[in-house]
């Protein structure tokens, strides 16, 4: 059992907007940044969005994040058949002292 | 760019050490700049972060690995290393090197598929 929760499974039909979340608590989310992580089918994952709503160069405008209280979320706009992969959300836990991760939510494009 | 590789064996035998390596290219692992890790995936599961060092030797490891986990810097080869011991079943999983902090992992290798089996 993850200590951040996320869907297990997303989708939505290209050029959409779909929105994963990323439930956590007081000592996790609430008190640290939030990142998110892409990881195509067979691939390393890939950091897609850091300090809660920061794109690295080379991320498109289509991901952007969010984040308020104990929950974050990410936003893909403009949905489309190669954004199909695993997404994960990760921060810092002060309880445990450890970063933690969401379990990953499945995107399909239909 | 930088760029990550692990290498180490594929299969290790329970009770035994998982010993892998990952090698740095396009910087220098002594950098100031840099912090290097390891995260690893069991097979069809999530993510799970194992730990940093810092090229001073800094460490932050998971809690509930800490125990088993060393992770150590190679300055004169520009590599770093992880090693587990008393490996059981539940560490087979591809484990990946990483360059980042704690939650944000900029740069990731491949992956090496690490298999726990008698």
């Known amino acids: 059992q993850s200590v951040l929760t996320q869907p297990p499974s997303a989708s939505g039909t290209p050029g959409q907007r779909v929105t994963i979340s990323c439930s956590g608590s007081?000592?996790?989310?609430?008190?640290?940044?939030v990142n998110w992580y892409q990881q195509l089918p067979g691939t390393a994952p890939k950091l897609l969005i850091y300090?809660?709503?920061q794109r690295p160069s080379g991320v498109p405008d289509q991901f952007s994040g969010s984040k308020s209280g104990t929950s974050a979320s990410l936003a893909i706009s403009g949905l489309q058949s190669e954004d199909e992969a695993d997404y994960y959300c990760a921060t810092w836990d002060d309880s445990l002292n450890g970063v933690v991760f969401g379990g990953g939510t499945k995107l399909t494009v239909l | 760019q930088l760029q990550l590789q692990e290498s180490g064996p594929g299969l290790v035998k329970p009770s035994e050490t998982l010993s892998l390596t990952c090698s740095v290219s396009g910087g220098s692992i002594s950098s100031s700049s840099y912090y290097w890790g390891w995260i690893r995936q069991p097979p069809g599961k999530g993510l799970e972060w194992i730990g940093n060092?810092?090229?001073?030797?800094?460490?932050y490891y998971n809690p509930s690995l800490k125990s088993r986990v060393t992770i150590s810097v190679d300055t004169s080869k520009n590599q770093f290393s992880l090693k587990l011991s008393s490996v059981t079943a539940a560490d087979t999983a591809v484990y990946y090197c990483t360059e980042g902090l704690a939650a944000r992992q900029d740069y990731w290798g491949q992956g090496t598929l690490v298999t726990v089996s008698s």
């Open positions: 060092i810092y090229y001073s030797g800094s460490t």
């Open positions: 300090r809660n709503n």
């Open positions: 007081s000592s996790n989310i609430a008190s640290n940044t």
